[in-house]
């Protein structure tokens, strides 16, 4: 199930994750089992990562950023050139307090 945010709470992440660095990076395999396994236990550590797309062409690469986004059901708070941001809210222990509206 995807997570969904308001515009506050995508303003907060985008707020929280400027100072973050890409964690991974989609190469030229492309989006494969292994790395999905590794982008949702960064995710379930971490909650709010950045991730690096090296698709050239800039459909792809949405395409590889909402597939990555559906199939880790993360919600997608940012795209900026190669650098997406995603963020999932942890089942074990939540760190991130996002605001009410």
């Known amino acids: ?3 969904v945010l308001t515009s506050a709470q995508t303003r907060f992440l985008r707020g929280q994750a400027h100072d ?3 964690m991974l990076q989609v190469g030229g395999k ?3 089992d292994a790395l999905v396994a590794e982008i949702d236990l960064a995710l379930e ?3 709010l990562i950045k991730v690096k797309v090296g ?3 800039r459909d792809t690469r ?3 950023i909402d597939d990555l986004a ?3 059901g993360a919600a ?3 795209r900026i050139g190669h650098t997406a941001i995603l963020y999932r809210p942890s089942k074990d222990k939540r760190q991130i307090v996002l605001p009410r509206s």
Do not use: C
């Open 1 to 3: 199930m995807p997570t």
């Open 20 to 22: 973050l660095k890409a």
């Open 30 to 32: 492309g989006i494969t």
């Open 45 to 47: 550590h971490h909650e």
């Open 55 to 57: 698709a050239e062409d």
């Open 62 to 64: 949405d395409a590889m």
């Open 70 to 72: 559906d199939r880790t």
């Open 76 to 78: 997608l708070v940012q």
